[in-house]
DNA sequence: CAGTATCA
DNA sequence: TCAC
């Protein structure tokens, strides 16, 4: 069975064009939702073979959100620490591959964004459900000389905004379904999180966020 | 905000 | 410590 491609159009929602968001990072509002079922479609089947499963931080907690990967390498944490794996832990094998259409579109919210010739090698499906939040913290397990593109599908979510320091001041960006965000370059390692989610039903996804985050890790 | 918990 |  062939997969199924999509085509390379990040429609942009009426009037709304890239919103800045901080020096190197921008937010294109809407941008993925003329794919969301599609997309959302390849994450419940993703999920059959690399299941959604919370990871323990190496402090000991679990955290809220629910995770897997697709790409050659996924984001994995546990007590020992961070890192990205060829396998998922879970089932041994190597993480289901990353549909060619959604690279694509991360490239090409990437070129938006300025950074020409991003190629990402990961992506970490986070599957967040009513009340499950992501502390801030820093993307800092993979190169950061590519930015990272983050999809929101379903549920409303606030975005946590920061700095380069956990005390900056921090902003709430509200990221709706088929947002896309992009940071790299001077904002690249910028503290954000996410305020737990509020309950809602959504027709997609039903009490569900999904965020889909692309990097380069090698 | 300090103390604590703690996977495979 | 990407938790609580």
Redesign the pocket.
């Known amino acids: 069975m062939t997969q199924r491609q999509f085509p390379l159009d990040l429609r942009q929602s009426a009037g709304s064009g890239p919103e800045p968001l901080d020096d190197g990072a921008l937010i294109l509002r809407g941008h993925a939702s003329s794919h969301a079922a599609d997309m959302i479609a390849q994450i419940r089947r993703m999920a059959r073979q690399s299941p959604f499963r919370r990871m323990?931080?190496?402090?000991?907690?679990?955290?809220?959100?629910a995770m897997t990967c697709c790409g050659l390498r996924g984001?994995c944490?546990?007590?020992?620490g961070?890192r990205y794996e060829e396998r998922d832990?879970l089932t041994g094998q190597p993480w289901p591959a990353m549909p060619e259409g959604w690279r694509q579109m991360a490239v090409a919210a990437a070129a938006m964004a300025g950074y020409e010739g991003f190629a990402p090698d990961s992506c970490l499906i986070n599957g967040y459900r009513v009340g499950a939040?992501?502390?801030?913290?820093?993307?800092?397990?993979e190169r950061a000389d590519a930015p990272v593109v983050s999809l929101s599908f379903g549920l409303p979510a606030i975005f946590l905004w920061g700095g380069l320091l956990r005390t900056d001041p921090l902003r709430r960006i509200p990221l709706l379904h088929g947002d896309v965000v992009v940071w790299g370059g001077t904002t690249r390692l910028a503290f954000h999180?996410i305020a737990p989610l509020r309950k809602g039903d959504h027709p997609l996804t039903g009490p569900c966020r999904y965020n889909l985050t692309f990097r380069r890790t090698a």
């Open positions: 323990t931080t190496p402090g000991g907690g679990s955290m809220s959100v984001w944490s546990d007590a020992h961070y832990p939040r992501m502390g801030l913290h820093q993307d800092r397990d999180g």
